[in-house]
């Protein structure tokens, strides 16, 4: 019988990335989620003065340490709990994991870093307009586009978690 390390073929280990893979997951797709079915309505509802000075502030404040794990860290635990359980010849699940971890990492993370964030970035210059017809095409110009990418980014994260809990629903297969 071969010795085992702890680090490579603990099956707690890869109960505990497993389900930080999950929770990361769920966080991020939580997040994005409640832009779509709340945040987004709620500011296009508002004035468009008063949204343009919210989105800015909540982008302002995003970059935090209680965000960063979910928004980076996601998709490069799910490639580790991918290797882990690769190790632990649980196939179906590391390919579930590692196909989670590449989708979130381009449909999420990507994404956001080449669109939406540009997007906040150019917003955060903009000097809050005295005419209400400016805030409005401003806001008008920002909007759409913004939850478009946002849409885009949701379904990649839901198809992550979806992928997830398939992956932790396959850790028990018999091993090849």
Known sequence: MKPQTYATNSPILLTSLALISLLLSGAIFGFFYAWICSTMWGLDAADPKVAIAAMQAMNGSVRN???APAFFG???VLILTALIAKRHARTRAASAFLAAGVIYFFGGLIAT?????????????????????TAAQIWADYSPKWQVWNIAR??????SLMLTGYALLTLREAKI
């Open 65 to 67: 340490a209680v965000f």
């Open 154 to 159: 949701t379904v990649a994260s839901g198809i």
């Open 113 to 133: 870093m080449m669109v939406n964030v540009p997007m906040n970035e150019a917003l955060a210059l903009v000097a809050s307009p005295d005419d209400p017809a």
């Open 74 to 76: 996601t998709p490069f």
